[in-house]
């Protein structure tokens, strides 16, 4: 009977002692990055489309019910909306999911528009959206291969 006593008492001990060495460790928060910056690491690899596209300060790309879900955001667009960046800091990892099933169906919206030119229509099926933890983006600033350089640039930058 005395060594079942000991035998619970060195486990409540160990048990107690783990919970403590648990709870000092630190937690290491996700580093945030200013989605202006992020913007900057684009604008590098795409000078072109850069070039044609200003900065907003409305987010008029995503309807309401989604603005409300970023935390921060940086939109620059042309005056068609053709030539287009949109990255968004989402609140959450959840709000960023739904943060890019819509830029994926602006995205095929737009690959549909029948107002569009041809040139722009190509622009356009280039475009490139993704998301990476709590960030989404959405970039069309020209070739698709300038898109997948300017998307690689923001995943680094992130």
Do not use: H
């Not at 620059?76 to 053709?82: E, G, K, P, R």
């Not at 690959?111 to 959405?138: C, I």
């Amino acid at each position: 009977m005395k060594n079942r006593g000991k035998r619970k008492v060195i486990a409540l001990v160990a048990c107690v002692l783990a919970l403590v060495f648990l709870v000092q460790l630190p937690v290491e928060a996700e580093e945030t990055v200013s989605c202006s910056k992020l913007y900057g690491a684009v604008k590098e690899k795409c000078q072109d489309g850069a070039k044609k596209v200003y900065s907003k300060d409305k987010c008029t790309f995503l309807s309401y019910s989604y603005r409300k879900k970023a935390e921060d955001f940086y939109y620059a667009t042309d005056s068609n909306q053709v030539y287009c960046v949109c990255i968004v800091k989402a609140e959450s990892t959840s709000d960023a999911k739904d943060i890019k099933k819509q830029f994926d169906s602006i995205k095929k919206d737009k690959k549909n528009d029948r107002y569009l030119k041809k040139d722009e229509k190509k622009v356009v099926k280039g475009a490139r959206t993704g998301r990476s933890g709590s960030y989404v983006w959405y970039i069309c600033l020209g070739s698709s291969s300038g898109n997948k350089k300017a998307e690689k640039a923001l995943k680094k930058a992130l």
